[in-house]
């Protein structure tokens, strides 16, 4: 399929779609894997091609604020337009050499027909890095929100200007990966650079798409107290304290297999880090814990939502304290 977002540069293509911005040669690909110059246009191999479809509750995104006990229809393409050492979906997200991506095709109409057979609340393009099938994600949003579906995106947040204007109305809500906040982290780890991915999280947080923010803590990696510090204060003085950081335990996969899990007590520290930095919501992830799943009212302190593995218990009405009444953020119904 003709690909959107790109513009000819005499025989080459330069692609719009992230901030690699790759210039193709003609039958060259993009750092995706999944755009190719061909003939002087650039081509999606993955404008209708899903590795993955799965109902899941919608705190496995993670996002706690948004439809708290809801299921989400998740679709997964294939390609990313990082290249992470850590990757947990490398079987998708990295596409062999042999440039035969995995998958079936699935037209946009099928997609959104078979959430509402499902009984979703919402649809989330997840598993590998949405931004590179920008193409399906176009059609099918609009389809979904047709019938009555939110839209979630669960992104590294590397993706062009353009994607985010084009889905502005498309999109309801986002879970953006923050990796760390050392640029050498993202160039070295990841094959990608931190400033973009600042730079959208502060337009995200402009555009009324519903926002938070997870970081894999990395023993040894990104976990210093300094580093855990400065990702807290920006969070707080650039998107707001009542965004959303979810914490989640890294434990060994793809080239960094045989790297110890998180602790625990390290969790532990930088769930504390972000409470002392003013952040209203932090949360635990992908590890037993007893506090880091609960929302606490930021007016009183009282526990308002508690949550197990992915089951929510809600203490109040849908986004209210039961101890003061007081309105917490959100997108609760």
Same mark, same amino acid.
């Given at each position: 399929?003709?690909?959107?977002?790109?513009?000819?540069?005499?025989?080459?293509?330069?692609?719009?779609?992230?901030?690699?911005?790759?210039?193709?040669?003609?039958?060259?690909?993009?750092?995706?894997?999944?755009?190719?110059?061909?003939?002087?246009?650039? +081509?999606?191999?993955?404008?209708?091609?899903?590795?993955?479809?799965?109902?899941?509750?919608?705190?496995?995104?993670?996002?706690?604020?948004?439809?708290?006990?809801?299921?989400?229809?998740?679709?997964?393409?294939?390609?990313?337009?990082?290249?992470?050492?850590?990757?947990?979906?490398?079987?998708?997200?990295?596409?062999?050499?042999?440039?035969?991506?995995?998958?079936?095709?699935?037209?946009?109409?099928?997609?959104?027909?078979?959430?509402?057979?499902?009984?979703?609340?919402?649809?989330?393009?997840?598993?590998?890095?949405?931004?590179?099938?920008?193409?399906?994600?176009?059609?099918?949003?609009?389809?979904?929100?047709?019938?009555?579906?939110?839209?979630?995106?669960?992104?590294?947040?590397?993706?062009?200007?353009?994607?985010?204007?084009?889905?502005?109305?498309?999109?309801?809500?986002?879970? +953006?990966?923050?990796?760390?906040?050392?640029?050498?982290? *993202?160039?070295?780890?990841?094959?990608?650079?931190?400033?973009? +991915?600042?730079?959208?999280?502060?337009?995200?947080?402009?555009?009324?798409?519903?926002?938070?923010?997870?970081?894999?803590?990395?023993?040894?990696?990104?976990?210093?107290?300094?580093?855990?510090?400065?990702?807290?204060?920006?969070?707080?003085?650039?998107?707001?304290?009542?965004?959303?950081?979810?914490?989640?335990?890294?434990?060994?996969? *793809?080239?960094?297999?045989?790297?110890?899990?998180?602790?625990?007590?390290?969790?532990?520290?930088?769930?504390?880090?972000?409470?002392?930095?003013?952040?209203?919501?932090?949360?635990?992830?992908?590890?037993?814990?007893?506090?880091?799943?609960?929302?606490?009212?930021?007016?009183?302190?009282?526990?308002?939502?508690?949550?197990?593995?992915?089951?929510?218990?809600?203490?109040?009405?849908?986004?209210?304290?039961?101890?003061?009444?007081?309105?917490?953020?959100?997108?609760?119904?």
């Amino acid at each position: 399929m003709r690909a959107m977002l790109w513009e000819p540069v005499g025989e080459d293509v330069r692609c719009q779609l992230c901030a690699h911005a790759c210039r193709l040669k003609k039958g060259g690909k993009g750092l995706c894997g999944v755009r190719v110059n061909m003939g002087g246009e650039l +081509v999606s191999m993955v404008a209708d091609v899903v590795t993955c479809i799965q109902m899941d509750p919608v705190e496995k995104k993670p996002l706690y604020h948004f439809l708290p006990g809801s299921k989400t229809f998740s679709v997964g393409s294939a390609g990313c337009n990082f290249q992470c050492r850590f990757c947990q979906n490398h079987l998708i997200a990295r596409v062999p050499p042999d440039g035969v991506t995995p998958g079936r095709r699935i037209a946009p109409d099928k997609l959104a027909r078979l959430a509402e057979e499902r009984h979703a609340r919402s649809m989330a393009f997840t598993y590998n890095e949405p931004t590179v099938f920008f193409e399906q994600i176009y059609e099918t949003a609009g389809l979904a929100q047709a019938v009555g579906l939110r839209v979630i995106l669960v992104s590294n947040g590397f993706m062009g200007e353009d994607f985010l204007r084009l889905l502005r109305n498309r999109v309801d809500a986002i879970n +953006v990966d923050l990796k760390s906040f050392s640029d050498d982290f *993202y160039r070295d780890y990841c094959g990608g650079r931190l400033q973009p +991915v600042l730079d959208n999280l502060k337009v995200i947080r402009g555009m009324g798409w519903w926002l938070e923010v997870t970081t894999l803590i990395i023993p040894g990696c990104n976990d210093s107290d300094a580093e855990l510090r400065d990702m807290a204060a920006f969070v707080r003085d650039e998107l707001g304290p009542d965004t959303p950081w979810h914490l989640s335990a890294f434990h060994g996969a *793809y080239r960094m297999a045989g790297r110890p899990s998180t602790p625990l007590s390290r969790l532990e520290d930088a769930w504390s880090i972000g409470r002392e930095a003013g952040l209203h919501f932090v949360y635990i992830g992908n590890a037993a814990t007893t506090m880091g799943g609960t929302t606490f009212c930021p007016s009183c302190g009282a526990p308002a939502i508690e949550r197990r593995g992915w089951q929510t218990r809600r203490l109040g009405g849908p986004g209210r304290c039961l101890a003061c009444k007081a309105a917490l953020p959100g997108v609760w119904k």
